[in-house]
């Protein structure tokens, strides 16, 4: 899979842009504040429907604009395929495939693959739960793109249920007043067990790439490992009073069978229903359930330095390259490294540089060539002021 020309219009701070792609290494080069990361963010939003940057997409309309359009020509497989994508600010989004609407926006999952390396990927080996819940929720959906209505139902549902524990609270519901929300509970655990399932499936198929890619661009000799911890486990009533309480009390689940998740997810809920009225919030599900990544017998949170969880983070993303490659029917996915060369010592970054060159397209951002190794052979671009233009070719990537 790669794009061969991506378009613009009222996107970030470019009025306009016109960029002819190509197939290997694109490296688009220039002063920080330009616009670099905003071309790859495009084409990384009609991949996956979020940015690497921000929450929504209203960020992504130009600020004098009142819509904002991408449009990507994509090639797989000697067959193009046109997506464009209308972001609105005051009314629904709107995509299409070949010039024919689709019915959602999210019905052009799947058809553009990519996966994005950039500074902001230590958080999902340093920081909170969230970090590494929406690092596998995407992925999933790029697996499977009919998730995309798996989270959205779930996440319908669960903030339904969280209005109805707060009521119940503010009331004293007690008894049959309490009957909706068991109605609710039932499509909670539904959609639920579907995402947890999947994430235990993901995980599984996930592994063994991991393992690869770690070995091939650590130093240390490591074996990296991800565990599902799982609210739906364990005795310990959670508080719910933030994102990291009760993470470290939960409980590995093995289990990707839903018959066994759902009968789990039930006996849970049944357990917490008295803390979740007293709290009005839903104390159990996906949302509250963490990955752990192991680096031996640590984790990684609290114990890997920063060489090894900038290991770890690239590896996380090289793994998706290759679960990606062999679970889906568009090839390799567009890998996009945004700005990270400079973050990386000059080890990693040769190291880096041999197992992305035969990527059948990879786009760089660097502030300046010298960042990027000789060796990725580039078409450039120059990137200033909003304005794109085509560079010097070949070995021009690391001698400007």
Do not use: C
């Not at 009533?237 to 039930?266: F, H, K, M, N």
């Not at 357990?271 to 017998?297: C, F, N, Q």
């Amino acid at each position: 899979m790669f794009i061969k020309h991506l378009s613009l219009a009222s996107f970030r701070n470019y009025q306009g842009a016109e960029i002819a792609l190509q197939p290997g290494v694109n490296l688009l080069v220039g002063p920080n504040g330009q616009g670099k990361t905003n071309l790859v963010e495009a084409i990384r939003y009609l991949s996956t429907l979020s940015s690497h940057r921000v929450a929504g997409y209203l960020p992504l309309i130009k600020q004098d604009s009142g819509q904002a359009a991408i449009r990507a020509m994509a090639s797989h497989a000697d067959r193009d395929i046109l997506v464009e994508l209308e972001l609105n600010r005051d009314s629904a989004n709107k995509a299409r495939v070949n010039k024919s609407p689709v019915p959602r926006v999210r019905d052009i999952l799947g058809i553009v693959n990519s996966v994005t390396f950039a500074p902001e990927d230590l958080d999902i080996v340093k920081r909170d739960p969230t970090n590494r819940r929406a690092f596998i929720d995407e992925l999933v959906v790029q697996v499977w793109p009919r998730f995309a209505g798996v989270y959205s139902d779930y996440e319908r549902v669960l903030k339904q249920r969280n209005t109805l524990l707060k009521t119940a609270r503010q009331t004293g519901a007690k008894g049959s007043a309490l009957s909706t929300l068991d109605a609710w509970d039932q499509s909670l655990i539904s959609y639920g067990s579907e995402i947890i399932a999947a994430r235990v499936d993901l995980v599984e198929r996930l592994r063994p790439h991991l393992f690869e890619a770690y070995q091939s661009i650590a130093i240390a000799n490591n074996e990296p490992r991800i565990l599902v911890k799982s609210s739906l486990l364990g005795t310990k009533i959670p508080s719910g009073w933030g994102d990291d309480d009760d993470v470290e009390d939960l409980e590995y689940i093995q289990t990707a069978d839903r018959a066994e998740i759902e009968a789990l997810y039930s006996d849970k809920l049944a357990a917490v229903r008295a803390k979740e009225l007293e709290r009005g919030i839903t104390l159990v599900g996906p949302h509250r359930d963490d990955l752990v990544l192991m680096l031996g017998s640590l984790p990684a949170k609290g114990y890997a330095s920063h060489g090894e969880s900038w290991s770890y983070a690239l590896a996380l993303r090289l793994a998706s390259i290759a679960l990606l490659r062999a679970e889906t029917r568009t090839g390799d996915p567009i890998l996009i490294l945004d700005d990270v060369f400079a973050e990386l010592d000059a080890g990693r970054r040769a190291r880096l540089a041999g197992m992305v060159a035969g990527n059948e397209q990879v786009l760089i951002t660097a502030a300046v060539a010298e960042d990027v190794p000789s060796e990725l052979i580039a078409t450039v671009f120059h990137v200033k002021h909003g304005e794109v233009s085509a560079g010097d070719n070949a070995g021009e990537a690391a001698n400007g």
